[in-house]
Every structure is written in C-alpha cells, then in structure tokens.
C-alpha cells in the first residue's frame, strides 16, 4: 500500500481570500485612477458651455422669443456671405424688409462661431456701406464650417425691434 503525501510546491501556489482581495482592489483601483484622468481631461478640456452666458440667456428667452415673432410678422430676410478682397475676407450682409427694400438698423453685429472649438470664436461689428448692406473685415480665416449669426437693431416705418439671421458658410 502506497501512501500519497501532498506536494508543497502544489500548496503554496493555491488562491487564498488575501489574494483575490489583492487582484479585485487593485483593478478596481486601476478602473478608479483611469476614469479619474479621463474626467479630468474631459472637464479642463471643455467647460460645457455652448455660449457664454447660457443662463442668462436661458432667462431672456421669452423676450427673444418676442423678438423672432416680430422679425417672423415683419418678414424681414437677410443675405450674409463672404467676399474675397485683396486685403482679406469680408463679411457682407444685406438687410431687407417684406418688399425687397433695404433696412435701416441702426447697429449690426456678427459672430462667427466654428462647431468644434471656441477658441476661433470672432464678434465683430458691421459697419453700414449702403442700401442695406453692412460689411466687416476678417482675420485670416481658417478653412472649413464657420456659423454666422447677424444681429441688428432695426429702426423703421415698417417696425422697430432686433433681428437675427444664421447661416453656415465654408471657407476655402
């Protein structure tokens, strides 16, 4: 009769309770110290604001709600666009009321936005050239979408309030 006696190298590589409590802290701990970096790198990298001042915004939005109505009722359209010249971009906006003619305002300003950053963002104001139309220089532009919206303060026998137009332009 043989007698089977147990092999130390064979106890000493078995899994214990402070083994697995050693493996389980230490992934949960990578899993904890990964998303920590990530968190961070998300939060400094964009603060999650769209547009500066978003709650106050959010407070006025019944007055520009009144304020697109009447632009709505009063039918006012507007072309924006850009212009090469020989000293740069320009950015060009006409102003017309229901009938085609051209809106008085007393001040017309722009913003141009790009989706991705803030960090291209442009305010700019237009200065009048004639018949409606306004017109304003631009820095060297970098190529892609850019958003425009045109605001202006209108003045005249068909109405007074503000308007504001959106369109996206491409920049070669």
Do not use: C
Request: proline share 3%.
């Amino acid at each position: 009769m043989s007698v089977v006696t147990p092999n130390s190298s064979i106890t000493s590589k078995t899994l214990k309770g402070s083994h697995v409590l050693i493996w389980m802290l230490g992934f949960f701990g990578l899993m904890f110290v990964v998303n920590g970096i990530f968190l961070w790198a998300a939060i400094t990298s964009f603060p999650g604001e769209d547009v500066k001042h978003s709650y106050l915004q959010g407070l006025q939005y019944n007055k520009t709600i009144e304020s697109r109505s009447l632009q709505q009722d009063m039918m006012w359209k507007a072309e924006v666009g850009l212009v090469e010249t020989e000293s740069g971009k320009i950015l060009v906006a006409r102003l017309f009321d229901r009938d085609g003619n051209p809106l008085a305002a007393r001040s017309v300003g722009g913003e141009l936005r790009r989706a991705a950053t803030q960090e291209s963002d442009l305010v700019l104001e237009l200065l009048p050239v004639g018949a409606g139309e306004f017109q304003g220089a631009l820095p060297a532009l970098a190529a892609g979408a850019w958003h425009v919206r045109i605001n202006a303060v209108v003045n005249g026998e068909a109405g007074a309030g503000t308007f504001s137009a959106a369109k996206v332009l491409t920049v070669q």
